[in-house]
């Protein structure tokens, strides 16, 4: 698991090049495209990681307990949270504005929720991990119409 929070990280992290500028600053289409693939490649990432995190919570041996899960739930916030700071840093295609905010803000939404596993009472595991599971439902749906966008955007 640790291996796809770095290969999350790998994908989420800026590249120093800039795509040039038309006049007005506008990126290239070149540029824009470029931009679309990086994303592309982000969300692809995040959405594995949260294929991965479920894939986890799902096959862990005997009772669940807050101790394991959060050993699954901390390397996947670790992911979001990256993700995060790509779309907050990233120029999104006006085609995919709408969705990329939403998932940005499903993801912090996420976050918010997936860290009250520190210090969860042991009671309360079951309903964590259904909403975990609701939650992940609806945030692989919003990332998968987000990717089918930037293919778009990537081709035309």
Partial sequence: FIL???VVASALVPTPHQPPSQPGGAPTASGAASEASRLQSATDAVD????????ALASLTGFPTPTN?????NPYINSL???????????MPATTQSTAHTAQAEVRQ???????????PALRLGAFLQQFETDAT??????????????SASAG
Avoid: H, K, P
Wanted: proline share 0%.
């Fill in 4 to 6: 796809l929070v770095l």
């Fill in 48 to 55: 594995s990681a949260t294929t991965a995190a479920r894939a």
């Fill in 69 to 73: 899960v959060s050993s699954v739930i």
């Fill in 81 to 91: 949270q990256l993700y995060d700071t790509f779309l907050s840093q990233s120029s």
């Fill in 110 to 120: 996420d976050v918010q929720f997936l860290e009250s596993i520190d210090g969860l």
């Fill in 138 to 151: 609806q945030l692989q749906s919003t990332l998968s119409t987000l990717e089918q966008e930037l293919r």
